[in-house]
């Protein structure tokens, strides 16, 4: 949310605005803000959608914690989006490249000691942030999944301690497929 999107031609704003259309019709960016808070966090202390770890169960997760403030909850965007200049996956290629990467994740959930299943998931986390497959939410879905996938893979991450000051950071660095910062968050978390 603090970072807004580069986004190009968006059907998903209001006319005119940058801001996105939404359930309660809010047209105030702010009180957008503070209502998806609300609701995203409500949603969080939810059981999350338990499914396969596969790209449907990522998209399940979205639309689990995102089906009150948006329609298109748990659905592919159809626009390009960048932040911070950083282009991510077109459109076009969004599903593909989801069930591809989703293919990669056997191997962080049979790792039998913590260094391989960090290693791992940061490698997944960076490339789940450069499809960045939602119009808005990424974040928020990542971390909601990646706490599941640690649950599930006997490697449970705290996300409750993410510092953003470094988390951020770290997965801007991921982008350019440099992950020792981000491996680093990610052990810090380890419970
Ligand atoms: N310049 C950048 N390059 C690549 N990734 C970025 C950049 N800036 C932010 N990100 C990542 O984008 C994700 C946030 O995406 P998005 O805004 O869709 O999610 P959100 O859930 O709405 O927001 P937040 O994660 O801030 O709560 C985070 O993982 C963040 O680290």
């Known amino acids: 949310m603090a970072v807004g999107y580069d986004a190009f031609d968006d059907p998903y704003s209001y006319k005119g605005t940058t801001t996105l259309k939404n359930k309660l019709g809010l047209r105030d960016a702010s009180l957008l803000e503070a209502f ?54 077109y459109p076009e290629y969004i599903d593909s490249e989801m069930t591809k990467l989703f293919a990669t ?14 290693s791992e998931a940061a490698q997944f986390l960076g490339e789940l942030n450069a499809i960045h497959p939602f119009r808005e939410g990424n974040g928020r879905s990542q971390l909601a999944f990646m706490a599941m996938l640690g649950d599930e893979s006997g490697f ?28 680093a968050e990610l052990r810090s978390l380890l419970r």
């Not at 396969?52 to 009150?68: G, I, V």
């Open 105 to 118: 994740l056997p191997a962080a959930m049979s790792a039998t000691d913590s260094e391989h299943f960090i």
């Open 36 to 89: 998806e808070l609300e609701m995203t966090a409500l949603r969080a202390r939810e059981p999350l959608p338990r499914g396969k770890f596969d790209a449907a169960h990522y998209r399940r997760t979205h639309h689990h914690l995102f089906q009150d403030v948006y329609s298109w909850a748990g659905k592919y965007r159809t626009v390009r989006t960048a932040k911070g200049g950083n282009p991510f996956c």
């Open 156 to 183: 449970p991450l705290d996300f409750s301690r993410v510092k953003r000051r470094t988390f951020m950071p770290a997965m801007i660095a991921s982008y350019a497929r440099e992950l020792i910062l981000l491996r």
